[in-house]
Structures are given as structure tokens and as C-alpha cells.
């Protein structure tokens, strides 16, 4: 397709989608002849993003959008990741003192609220946030 800055050929120099003339991104050049008074179909830019999104392309703003929620996933995944390293290293210690006789002994009453999912996920933010 050739994209032109505006319809330059034929008698209805118009967007076929959007009924416009005029269009600061330019127009596309369909390269189809179609039957008719007019043989040449020319659709502008914004016809060719309103045509995308109907099809349920993403918008070059949605999708960078998307590319930054990905980055922070990430991120939080790797600080994630980290912890859970250091947890495994922590209990391999406690397991190899129990291989050598010491007892795991358990603390009455509640656990404490720094080992519930919620309270997890607010010190991963936490984290986060002093990384950002």
C-alpha cells in the first residue's frame, strides 16, 4: 500500500471508514480497483486505528501500558525469587540441625502475621517501591 499525505486521485478524495478528507497521519492507498464511479478506495490513518481496534488490535499507547505492568511484574517476580532463595537457605541450615540432633521447637500461640499472605505481599510492594 502506499501511503500518501492525502487522497490525490479520484473523485472522491475521502476516507472510505471515517468520511474525512483531511488527516494529519496521512491516508493509505488501498490499491484496489473497485467497480463504480470511483475505482480507487483510499483509507486515512485514523480509518486504519479505528479498523485495528475493531479487531481488537492494542493501540501503540495501550501496549506500552502493558510493557511497563510487564516490567514491574517482573521486578517483583525477581525480588520475589530472591527471597524465596534466601528462605531455602535458611531452612536447609534448620534442617541440618535437626539432622544432628537439635529439636524444632514450636512457639504457642499465634503465628506471627509477617508469615500471612497479605502482610507478605505488602513488604514485596514495600520492596518495590524502594527499587522503583
Known amino acids: 500500500m502506499l501511503k500518501t499525505p492525502a487522497p490525490n486521485w479520484g473523485t472522491a478524495p475521502f476516507c472510505c471508514v471515517t468520511g474525512r478528507a483531511v488527516d494529519d ?3 493509505y492507498r488501498t490499491e484496489m480497483t473497485l467497480g463504480g464511479h470511483d475505482p480507487i478506495a483510499h483509507i486515512s490513518a485514523s480509518g486504519v486505528r479505528l479498523l485495528a481496534k475493531a479487531e481488537g488490535w492494542t493501540s501503540p499507547e495501550d501496549a506500552a501500558v502493558l510493557r511497563a ?16 532463595s534466601e528462605l531455602r537457605k535458611i531452612k536447609e541450615g534448620i534442617e ?25 505481599r505488602k513488604e514485596i510492594e514495600k520492596k518495590m517501591e524502594k527499587v522503583a
Do not use: H
Open 25 to 27: 497521519d496521512g491516508f
Open 69 to 84: 505492568e510487564i516490567a514491574d511484574l517482573t521486578s517483583a517476580l525477581d525480588v520475589a525469587v530472591a527471597e524465596i
Open 96 to 120: 541440618g540441625l535437626a539432622a544432628s540432633g537439635f529439636e524444632l521447637s514450636r512457639k504457642t500461640g499465634r503465628p506471627p502475621k509477617s508469615t500471612e499472605q497479605p502482610e507478605i
